[in-house]
């Protein structure tokens, strides 16, 4: 509201078009847009992901508009171009857990990038909402 929509429109575009820039590099897929949101997908080893998340905070950073980033690695139920399930789920919620800035991981994805030198801190225990159980999260330093 502050800004204005035809400045929003501006800033939108402008992070839209990083977030694709940085998806393009490191290979991820774009499944869909909400708003100012993307969902986006990897095949294989999470690695990539995660330095695209960074990438993506990076290349934001400047516009004025802190991004919040969560990754989790699972399965997906495929649905025509879009994706399903609890992987997507936890997912969104490991990113409703994110502050301006942060890239957030799930343990399943923290655990299978050990040893590839990508730093993370330990963010807690956390319920998150419609998923059994307490899960780890992990900060990318």
């Not at 990038?113 to 993370?120: I, P």
């Amino acid at each position: 509201a502050r800004v204005g929509d035809a400045r929003w429109r501006q800033l939108l575009a402008a992070h839209d078009a990083e977030v694709r820039a940085q998806l393009a590099r490191y290979g991820g897929r774009e499944v869909k847009t909400i708003g100012d949101g993307f969902l986006a997908v990897f095949d294989g080893a999470p690695s990539p992901a995660v330095r695209c998340a960074a990438a993506i905070a990076e290349a934001t950073a400047g516009l004025g508009v802190p991004v919040r980033l969560g990754l989790h690695t699972g399965e997906c139920e495929v649905v025509g171009d879009d994706v399903a399930g609890m992987a997507v789920n936890i997912a969104a919620r490991v990113c409703g857990l994110a502050g301006a800035g942060e890239v957030l991981a799930s343990g399943t994805t923290y655990g299978t990038v050990v040893g590839s030198g990508l730093r993370f801190e330990d963010a807690g225990l956390h319920a998150l909402r419609g998923v059994p159980g307490e899960w780890p999260v992990f900060r990318l330093a």
